[in-house]
């Protein structure tokens, strides 16, 4: 792998290899004892089957672009995720958002670099989903912006928390259809032009369903200027593996 991390990411990489050592830490994915995030649980992450949509990463019966994506071109050039949201990624996730787990963040920031690597996308500013101001009180942190600035630091590109604004509170996308997903989130955002304008943009949240939030996401950053926007979560939703669950797991966090 070609990963290059700055210095930065290795002093945020001893300092939590320091508190581990004084405090060893369970495994958010399988409970184990000694790290935050086990080899074991990091083998059981495989992305979405293929064959998938090459634009938003939904898996399919044959390659190509899928037909939602035919019918609406979503505002993102691709979407694409590190695993499948089951366990033992499913219980690290909860825990990163109920416990600002920073150290599982960095821990899962690698995974997301290594598959990223593979992708061979060239952005320069990575731009975590935001929290609503409502959401973002209740919880204090954003978890997907935990795992964005690692994940910046690995990639030596520029995390911009501040590109992207929640301009209205959405109602949790719970039970929606795709369609419905879409009208909920539509015009959510708002971004700043002098952040993003002509830039290459990633940007990332912790789980994707319908990708309809990420496409909302995206029609601000393009309003705003940015010359592409790519689309990363560590997670993809799939109902094979319990969407229902996903989705009453996300009704307390949709934000
Ligand atoms: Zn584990
Ligand atoms: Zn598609």
């Known amino acids: 792998m070609s990963l290059r991390p700055g210095l930065s990411y290795y002093l945020f990489h001893w300092l939590w290899s320091g508190v581990d050592l004084l405090f060893p830490p369970r495994c958010a994915g399988c409970g184990k ?6 080899q074991a649980c990091r ?13 938003c990463g ?6 190509g672009i899928c037909p939602n994506c035919s019918a609406t071109r979503p505002a993102f050039y691709a979407l694409r995720s590190c695993a499948v ?30 598959f990223l690597d593979t992708l ?20 204090g942190y954003n978890q ?24 209205r509170h959405t109602r949790s996308q719970v039970g929606l259809s795709a369609a419905a997903r879409r ?15 002509g830039k290459i943009i990633l940007l990332f949240d912790d789980v994707a369903t319908t990708g309809a939030t990420l496409h909302s996401a995206s029609e601000a950053l393009r309003a705003g200027g940015a010359k592409r926007v790519y689309a990363l979560t560590v997670a993809k939703a799939l109902p094979k593996y ?14």
């Open 33 to 38: 004892l000694g790290q935050r995030w086990c």
């Open 43 to 55: 083998r059981q992450l495989a992305p979405p089957p293929e064959p998938i949509c090459e634009i």
């Open 58 to 63: 939904e898996p399919q019966p044959q390659p």
């Open 85 to 114: 949201f089951k366990e033992p990624l499913r219980p690290a996730l909860h825990h990163l958002k109920y416990r600002q787990n920073r150290g599982l963040a960095e821990a899962l920031a690698w995974d997301c670099a290594l």
């Open 120 to 139: 061979h996308w060239q952005a320069e500013v990575i731009v975590p989903v935001p929290l609503s101001e409502q959401r973002m009180r209740e919880r």
């Open 144 to 167: 997907a912006g935990l795992i964005a600035h690692s994940l910046a630091r690995l990639m030596n590109w520029t995390y911009q928390p501040h590109a992207l604004q929640r301009i």
């Open 183 to 197: 009208e909920n989130v539509r015009a959510a955002f708002s971004a700043q032009d002098r952040l993003v304008n």
């Open 242 to 255: 319990g969407l229902d669950r996903t989705e009453s797991f996300s009704a307390r966090s949709s934000r």
